[in-house]
């Protein structure tokens, strides 16, 4: 468990010196906005202050159950402390099989497939992650992002086409045609107003 601020500089002062390490990591905060974004981003786990017991025992648990973050993690979470609020970070993905650092820009659009989320990656295999889209949509929707539906959440970037015809979809950079709920259309649009 390593504190954010402390008398002599910061958790991630001390993280800056290590050269490697072999251990499960837990950061605790009291209050910094910044670092909990950059905590989604980089999948590192974190803990607010006062600490409760409840979600210490869950913490601990989850740490139990994932492997011990890389250098590469680590670097990533530093990385992203340090860009402004709306600018393309990286995002770390964990599959069964791999930890995928993705730039947010590269990401065309994440589709809900019950308690999982599958991510359409340019000039990538879509990956298969073991989260909510709900998850992502809150880490997601400041970068430009949109849920436009129970089951979509799209990247306004990569937007080609909005099509009209037969229900109200929208074309994607990689072909995807994803349709755009009654509820969201007016939201949608008011977004692409302001591009």
Known sequence: MLDIRMK?????????KLTHYNFALVFL???????????????????????DPD???????????QQTPTREV?????????????AAR??????SEAIHFINSDDIIHCESADNYTRFFIRERKPLMISQSLKTFEEILEPLGFLRI??????NLRHICKVDRKG????EMTDGSMIPVAVRKKEMLLNRLAGL
């Open 8 to 16: 002599d500089g910061t958790g991630f002062d001390m993280l800056r």
């Open 167 to 170: 229900g109200f979809r929208i």
């Open 29 to 51: 905060t009291a209050h910094d906005d910044h670092a909990l974004e950059a905590f989604r981003f980089s999948a590192v786990d974190y803990l607010l202050k006062p600490v």
């Open 55 to 65: 979600d210490l025992q869950r913490t601990i648990e989850k740490v139990r159950k």
């Open 90 to 95: 990286k995002i770390v993905l964990r599959t």
């Open 74 to 86: 680590l670097n990533t979470l530093l990385e992203n402390m340090q860009k402004f609020s709306g």
């Open 149 to 154: 539906h129970q089951s979509h959440l799209i």
